[in-house]
């Protein structure tokens, strides 16, 4: 009886320990375990509202020469903007779990060079990784060479933009990692609106203006386009408008980095 009592303390000893190293910080404890679940069913409630009861028109983009295209174009600027948007937070955790993030933070050099050391890095890896998608993707949809040069420019506006942005996530990550489930918020939230998956038409009408914000969908939106050959005035917006977001989000990136871990310092050790 006895030791039958000594194993459930023990046992109990050893999930409070865990519960609490779980719930060191709040938000990621409510994100992973609560609030995720519930964003990740919101893509499937948003298709059947457009098919069953709010869509705005049919699928005049889709069709069945093109579709496969359409897919995986759209997964490979998603895959990148995502690639670029957490390679910092990795790393900085990487180097924050080493001890040598303060190495980073002293070196004397100026962070661009961090910055686009690690996209070139990137790139490389990001081409890598698409290359059976572009593959399939021409086999599929054949377009021009100067079309798929075009494309590629894109490939690494998104791979800037989303590196830019990582900065800003990564340097939350090295002052207070209660605010992280925030930034992983945001990238749902851009992901989910940039018809990366779904279709512009079956987004019920509410919605569709905050797609036409959004410059993630802009970025899948005109990689599309150009592919399908498909050129208009809209797209030299676009473009301008995700060169834009390109520009800022790296100079925003530079300076909460240089900025917050100054005057906060890297926590959570």
């Not at 790393?91 to 993030?101: A, D, G």
């Not at 070139?120 to 990001?126: A, K, N, S, V």
């Not at 990366?196 to 970025?219: G, M």
Request: charged fraction near 10%.
């Amino acid at each position: 009886m006895r030791k039958s009592k000594r194993i459930i303390v023990r046992t109990l000893a050893f999930a409070k320990r865990e519960f609490k190293l779980k719930t060191r910080y709040k938000w990621p404890f409510l994100s992973t375990t609560i609030i995720m679940p519930i964003i990740h069913a919101l893509p499937f409630i948003i298709l059947y509202w457009g098919l069953l009861i709010g869509s705005s028109g049919d699928l005049s983009e889709i069709t069945a020469e093109n579709y496969l295209a359409w897919v995986l174009l759209g997964s490979i600027i998603y895959s990148t903007y995502s690639l670029g948007y957490m390679v910092f937070r990795l790393n900085f955790w990487s180097e924050k779990f080493w001890m040598t993030i303060h190495g980073t933070l002293i070196a004397p050099a100026s962070k661009y060079y961090l910055l686009f050391g690690t996209i070139i890095q990137l790139l490389i890896q990001g081409l890598l990784s698409s290359l059976i998608f572009f593959i399939i993707a021409f086999v599929s949809f054949p377009t021009s060479f100067i079309n798929i040069f075009f494309v590629l420019i894109i490939f690494v506006v998104a791979l800037i933009a989303g590196a830019g942005l990582s900065l800003i996530n990564g340097t939350f990550l090295l002052i207070n990692e209660n605010l992280v489930p925030f930034f992983d918020f945001f990238l749902y939230g851009l992901t989910f609106l940039s018809c990366y998956a779904i279709p512009y038409e079956l987004y019920p009408s509410f919605l569709q203006v905050a797609v036409k914000f959004n410059p993630l969908y802009h970025i899948i939106n005109i990689t599309r386009e150009v592919w399908f050959n498909n050129y208009s005035i809209e797209i030299l917006w676009s473009f301008l408008y995700i060169l834009a977001f390109c520009v800022i989000s790296v100079m925003l990136g530079i300076y909460f980095f240089n900025k917050y871990t100054r005057r906060f310092g890297v926590h959570g050790y």
